[in-house]
């Protein structure tokens, strides 16, 4: 089960409330449906939180060179489809190897797939739910589900928003749950928009393979709210994403 922990924020505040407008009310379910860009992946390998950009990747420590157990983002925006990715060979999130299949659109194999399994992620047999069993014997697809999520460092929004370094955060499928409960429980019953908090995004501590957590830790402040709004209504948020 994927532990989620609770936010302590009440409803959205009038001074953001302004600032959002209709925005607020149009996005609260964009979190349950999925970014593609071009972006540096923020993944993992273990519990130990990684940056990949240009082919190389640097792992997150601490100043005592120990693993960071969780970052803070605002989550810019969400994708409205899910990503498929397809490995033959046992996959550890967060290898560099590329996968073997993969769409970012969920209907058809991206065009740098070599060799793609089938014509349409609809009638691939690695995307039928009972073609993966685990050794648990729960079942599951080959093909994996991922949510792309366009996320900011608080720290980095800048005045205009669209100059600050954006990253791509690949929520895997059994981590999923955990964000839809996020948007579904804790956020949208309160009105939250989810870009309107930045979010802390851990790992279960109840879970021997990583599992994501995501919790609430604070409302933007006005200057940064209007800098996540400039990021959303950018053109370069949603350019086709080849990984």
């Known amino acids: 089960m994927n532990a989620v922990v609770k936010s302590d924020l009440a409803g959205l505040p009038a001074t953001l409330a302004g600032v959002f ?37 640097t792992n997150y420590v601490d100043q005592n060179g120990d693993a960071v157990q969780s970052l803070e983002f605002v989550l810019a925006k969400a994708n409205p489809v899910f990503a498929k990715v ?38 691939c047999p690695n995307n039928a739910w009972g073609s993966r ?3 648990s014997g729960k ?15 608080p720290q980095d929004l800048t005045d205009n928003g669209i100059e600050c370094q954006k990253f791509l955060l690949h929520v895997p499928a059994g981590s999923l749950k955990g964000l839809s409960e996020y948007a579904e429980k804790v956020l949208k019953p309160k ?40 990021i959303r209504e950018g053109s370069g948020i949603v350019k086709p994403d080849k990984s």
């Open 21 to 57: 407008g209709d925005s607020a009310k149009e996005s609260l379910g964009d979190l349950t449906q999925g970014v593609m860009a071009g972006f540096p992946t923020i993944s993992y390998r273990g519990k130990v939180w990684r940056i990949r950009k240009g082919g190389e990747e």
């Open 191 to 230: 009105g939250i928009p989810y870009y309107a908090v930045v979010t802390r995004v851990g790992f279960d501590a109840t879970q021997a393979h990583p599992v994501l957590t995501f919790k609430a830790t604070r409302y933007l402040t006005e200057p940064e709210a209007r800098s996540i709004l400039t």
């Open 139 to 153: 079942k599951g697809k080959l093909c994996a589900d991922r949510r792309r999520v366009a996320v900011v460092g």
């Open 133 to 135: 069993v685990s050794d």
């Open 86 to 123: 397809f490995y033959k060979a046992a996959f550890e999130e967060g290898a560099t190897a590329a996968p073997d299949c993969w769409s970012a659109d969920g209907i058809k194999p991206d065009t740098n797939v070599k060799e793609p399994v089938c014509k349409t992620c609809a009638a």
